[in-house]
């Protein structure tokens, strides 16, 4: 049975079906619902919230909660989860799970408590300081916004890292039906390993030591073997847990790359282009980390250019670029500071990119034409350059040609040498002369 539910409500209940027993925060808008509505819930259930007195409390105290092997959650907005930034990165180095929520609000600064999706670099580069990653969902409903919030407590748990929900401010206001009787109770994946490394003070056994949680290194050969650790925890979730959507891609000419309730608004305008005979298609990736690169680049084998829509000024458009790797020309169309891209603008933004690849076509079209009858020329000059008769003309052509110049050599040799002779003669008559003169000189005297 379906529920008329508000996004950051269906948030909040969800992870409570998924296990989660503990819940520290902060409020800022638009993200508030999640700790007032767990405030209500966690007593029900026997877990425990509590309103930390900053941001950075509250990633501390879901430090503590994970190191006890507990389901965790925190919820923030933007400038929140640049507080918490410090915590999240150390709770990476300790190899703890938990579940971050970002409900993106429009910045930088305080800005303002419209939705945005500015907040992508931070997700994806590690918003913190170090080498680290995080598997971050972006739902473009509340329905997948319930099912990715449990998905992330398993991810979390697989592999000891926390995992970001990422949404945007629509995402968390916004009532749609849910269907949350498949989300009840819902039971941690089977594949799930035992928290032996929980801190949970018991008696430590052989099988059992100790633990110790800790993102402190001080020798630095003992730092970079955990950092390589890590670095290949990141490339096991990057080859298992990438997750994205694609409508209407086998023929589309031009591929629109939209994540979040973005993709909402481009899916509408695709549909419309579509009615106009603009094959256009659509990627949505699921998971912003690991990015969908190989899902886009088997779009090239129809894509003749791609579009980037974003409420940003453009963050994701960068990993569209990285992932197409220059062999298309990528366009970016954004609205920022809360602003939300409509239907009309994004059918202005395809038809303008339809009209310039129509144009780029016809230019490559005609350079193909142009290009076959040249190649269809030098095949005729090649056949008939092949042609026996025509190579025997060639032939007595190169020997009448070589009887020239032979002869031609043969006169210029014959000819300086009469000269050489020539001046030789003119030299001895002169010499004489002059002897002749001399002589006649030395008798007078």
Known sequence: MKKLLKGNEAIAEAAIQAGCRFFFGYPITPQNQIPEYMSKRMPQVGGCFLQAESEVAAINMVYGAAGSGARVMTSSSSPGISLKQEGISYIVGAELPCVIVNMVRGGPGLGGIQPAQSDYYQATRGGGHGDYRMCVLAPSSVQEAVDLTQDAFDIADRYRNPVMIL??????????????????????????????????????????????????????????????????????????????????????????????????????????????????????????????????????????????VEMSTGQMVDDVRLAINGERPVSFYGRTGGMVPTVNDVVDEILKLARQQSFGAQVDDAVRVVGERLDALGKKIDAKLNDPEVVQKAERLKKQAADAANAAADGLAKGATLLAQGLNKAAQAIKSEFDRDDNAKGGEE
């Not at 630095?220 to 847990?241: D, F, G």
């Open 167 to 308: 949404g945007d401010g629509l995402i968390g206001q916004m009532m749609e039906p849910v269907d949350m009787d498949r989300a009840s109770n819902r039971a941690p994946a089977a594949d799930l390993p035992e928290k032996t490394w929980a801190a949970v003070g018991h008696v430590p056994t052989a099988e059992r030591p100790r633990a110790i949680i800790n993102s402190l290194y001080i020798d630095p050969t003992v730092l970079e073997k955990h950092c390589l650790k890590l670095e290949e925890k990141y490339k096991a979730i990057a080859a298992a847990e990438c997750r994205w959507q694609a409508e209407m891609t086998q023929d589309a000419e031009i591929v629109v790359v939209a994540y979040g309730t973005t993709s909402r608004v481009v899916r509408s305008a695709m549909r419309k282009c579509r009615e106009k005979g603009v094959r256009v298609g659509m990627i949505r990736p699921i998971t912003l980390w690991p990015f969908p690169s190989a899902a886009l680049r088997e779009t090239l084998a129809t894509a003749r250019a791609y579009l980037c």
